[in-house]
């Protein structure tokens, strides 16, 4: 056997040392000491260490690690998706990926990989929770301003101030939730239409891009609106109101592209179907959010 054996893949060479003792490594085959050769013994033992990891982690040095970076996923890659970063701040990876579902909505979501539903349905509700509570804010003085003896009115009564009370308390998460329910039932939509449409339903993905496609809502509310102008000022802000047009069908028909290898008519056939179920859902919803909320009054 020949003591001195080049590792192409790596560029070390692994040399014996004369005492026989241990291995050590060398940058180039003029650093090698030629000894007799090993046992066989020797020759198995070669075999399981003499061969260095072909990539450590950067940061630890762990030649087993999965990704340790503060903007690195268990697999090493970069997060796609913001607010499944650790290490980031709430609201920061709130805005981040609402940004992104809505400014570049079309290729953030042809790119949404698979992965579990909990982060997702963990943002849609945050998303829904804070668009929902924003509007409400805007909306209560707005109330104040045009009708303000409607609100000497509840002040005067108790009783009515009460079920007003009663039925906001109930109407915000009620709405919130009715919101959420209607984006799941478009993802799962497009499962079916993909499903029609000879593909793989992969309800899990498309289930995904229902919870993160909640981030619309927020992007095109108040609090959109006041992230946006912070971030990069008003007349950015203004622009916002441009996305509305066509947002979610480009998101829609991007996700088939990149999930389904769904396009042209096969991809606006699972469109449709996923608009049907949207709607279906945002309507048997709305008669219980109501429902809720006359309960709640009354």
């Given at each position: 056997m020949d003591p001195v054996r080049k590792r192409e893949d790596s560029g070390v060479y692994t040399v014996a040392r004369a005492d026989g003792a241990g291995l050590h490594?060398?940058?180039?085959?003029?650093?090698?000491?030629?000894?007799?050769?090993?046992?066989?013994?020797?020759?198995?033992?070669?075999?399981?260490?003499?061969?260095?990891?072909?990539?450590?982690?950067a940061i630890c040095g762990n030649a087993d690690c999965l990704g340790c970076y503060e903007e690195r996923s268990r697999s090493g890659i970069v997060s796609i998706v913001a607010w499944e970063r650790p290490g980031a701040g709430f609201v920061s990876r709130l805005w981040q990926t609402t940004r992104a579902t809505s400014r570049d909505a079309?290729?953030?979501?042809?790119?949404l990989p698979d992965g579990p539903a909990g982060p997702a349905l963990r943002f849609a509700v945050a998303a829904e929770v804070v668009a929902v509570s924003t509007l409400a804010l805007l909306v209560g003085p707005l109330v104040v301003l045009v009708a303000p003896g409607l609100v000497q009115q509840l002040v005067q009564d108790p009783a009515a101030c009460w079920a007003v009370l009663r039925g906001v308390l109930v109407g915000l998460p009620a709405l919130s939730m009715l919101l959420v329910a209607?984006?799941?039932?478009?993802?799962?939509?497009?499962?079916?239409?993909?499903?029609?449409?000879?593909a793989p339903a992969r309800v899990s993905r498309a289930l995904r891009f229902g919870l993160y496609s909640t981030g619309w809502d927020l992007a095109l509310g108040p609090f959109g609106f006041l992230a946006t102008a912070l971030d990069g000022g008003v007349r950015p802000a203004f622009g916002l109101?441009?996305?509305?047009?066509?947002?979610?069908?480009r998101a829609t028909l991007g996700f088939l592209r990149g999930a389904y290898g769904l396009d042209g008519a096969r991809a606006r056939k699972a469109l449709h179907v996923s608009y049907a179920a949207a709607t279906?859902?945002?309507?048997?919803?709305?008669?219980?959010?109501?429902?809720?909320?006359?309960?709640?009054?009354?």
């Open positions: 490594q060398a940058n180039s085959p003029s650093a090698a000491t030629p000894v007799p050769a090993a046992p066989s013994s020797d020759r198995e033992l070669y075999e399981l260490v003499d061969v260095p990891a072909a990539v450590v982690c079309a290729a953030f979501f042809e790119v209607a984006h799941v039932f478009h993802g799962l939509g497009i499962a079916c239409g993909a499903r029609m449409s000879g109101i441009g996305l509305t047009s066509g947002m979610p069908t279906v859902a945002t309507v048997v919803s709305a008669a219980l959010v109501i429902a809720a909320i006359a309960a709640a009054v009354m």
